[in-house]
Every structure is written in structure tokens, then in C-alpha cells.
């Protein structure tokens, strides 16, 4: 059974995402670190803030892919025309590194309210990648090519 129970969006379908609040208003977003959050509280951050602004009818999960897409671009024109090298040294710059973490985090947000719209269990899809992953890609065996 999902954390997040479903809703009626405006044309009759459901969508879990739009969790109705358990009393507490909404964390201070901007204090924790990825050591003291939960991909549960993130994840009900996100809801919160959707139902907060009745944008259930919207956050469908053709929707929310389209908007990852713009974000992920948006993320990408950080990198673009960079060398590698120049990419690896943006964190010494605070304004990139300021842009680049609002990007990063509008990509995290549509991927969260995906995540809760399809019910997706964000921690166990990544780990059973991982296996996948293990094993597609072994130690010692990268698959990748040198570029000479």
C-alpha cells in the first residue's frame, strides 16, 4: 500500500501524489542535509507543495517526463561549450554552483512528484538498478571505449 493515497484529478483520474498533510505544516526546506532527510520527507515536501497550489489536475506522469526533459536541458546549458576539465572546476565558482543546485533541484522535484504519481518506490527502484547494473557492468569490464 502506497504512503501516498490517491486523489481525484479534475478529469476523474487518480493520482497519489497529492498526499493530504499529516498536520504538520510543511519543514523549513532550505536547513537539512542529505544526512538528516529521508527520501520520504522529500518526497512529501513535494507533495505538500502540489496540493498546497491544487496542482494535482496538472502533475500527470506525461506531464511531469515533459517538464524533466525542459529541466534537464536547462541543467545541460550549465555544461555546454565546457571542456571536461572546465565542467569538473565549476564547483570552485558559487554563482554556476548556485544555478546548477536550483536546476538539480527542479529536476529532483519533477522526478519526486513522478515518483509519487506512479507510486514509485524511489529507494527500491534505484537499488534493484543498482543490481542490474552490477551486473551488466562487472569490475574490471567498464565497457567503455578510449577515445584515442
Known amino acids: 500500500m502506497s504512503e501516498f ?17 499529516n498536520g504538520d505544516e510543511t ?38 517526463a515533459l517538464a524533466l526533459v525542459v529541466e534537464t536541458g536547462e541543467l545541460l546549458e550549465h555544461f555546454q561549450w565546457l571542456s571536461d576539465e ?16 536550483e536546476e538539480f533541484a527542479d529536476c529532483l522535484s519533477y522526478l519526486l512528484s513522478l515518483a509519487n504519481c506512479l507510486e514509485i518506490d524511489v529507494s527500491k527502484a534505484f537499488r534493484d538498478k543498482m543490481v542490474k547494473n ?15
Open 5 to 21: 493515497p490517491h486523489t481525484e484529478n479534475e478529469d476523474g483520474s487518480a493520482c497519489p501524489s497529492d498526499v493530504a498533510r
Open 27 to 64: 519543514t523549513d526546506t532550505g536547513t537539512k542535509t542529505d544526512a538528516e532527510t529521508s527520501v520520504q520527507e522529500l518526497r512529501q515536501i513535494m507533495a505538500d507543495f502540489v496540493q498546497e497550489r491544487s496542482w494535482h489536475a496538472y502533475h500527470h506522469p506525461k506531464n511531469l
Open 86 to 101: 572546465q565542467s569538473r572546476q565549476l564547483h570552485h565558482d558559487p554563482k554556476a554552483m548556485a544555478d546548477i543546485r
Open 134 to 148: 552490477r551486473t551488466k557492468y562487472p569490475i574490471g569490464h567498464s565497457g567503455l571505449r578510449r577515445r584515442d
